[in-house]
Nanobody, 113 residues
Framework: QVQLVESGGGLVQPGGSLRLSCAAS????????MHWYRQAPGKQREWVAV???????NYADSVKGRFTISRDNAKNTVFLQMNNLKPEDTAVYYC???????WGQGTQVTVSS
């Protein structure tokens, strides 16, 4: 029903930055809350951040102060700005649309020197 496509992942050194993007099909991203999750090797998928339709945000304690979630409703896109990256941030990052229960395919983020 709703298609989400993540991009922007890659290899970065500790202390570096990346910006992930999540593009939604159609003009629908403004209608519901959008989330970022991540899943590290051998670990459960964990919630990272949420931005609601009104613009309010929340973050997991592990990323608070380093990551920023934002959205551009006109472009149907959600972003995750990741600063001061740490090796423990290494994971596949997934975009999730709450109301329509839709997941993206994920994008790999690897933090290593």
């Amino acid at each position: 029903q709703v298609q989400l496509v993540e991009s922007g992942g890659g290899l970065v050194q500790p202390g570096g930055s990346l910006r992930l993007s999540c593009a939604a099909s159609g003009s629908i991203s403004s209608l519901y809350a959008m989330h970022w999750y991540r899943q590290a090797p051998g670990k459960q998928r964990e919630w990272v951040a949420v931005i609601r339709s009104g613009g309010s945000t929340n973050y997991a304690d592990s990323v608070k102060g380093r990551f920023t979630i934002s959205r551009d409703n006109a472009k149907n896109t959600v972003f995750l700005q990741m600063n001061n990256l740490k090796p423990e941030d290494t994971a596949v990052y997934y975009c999730y649309a709450g109301t329509v229960d839709s997941w993206g395919q994920g994008t790999q983020v690897t933090v290593s020197s």
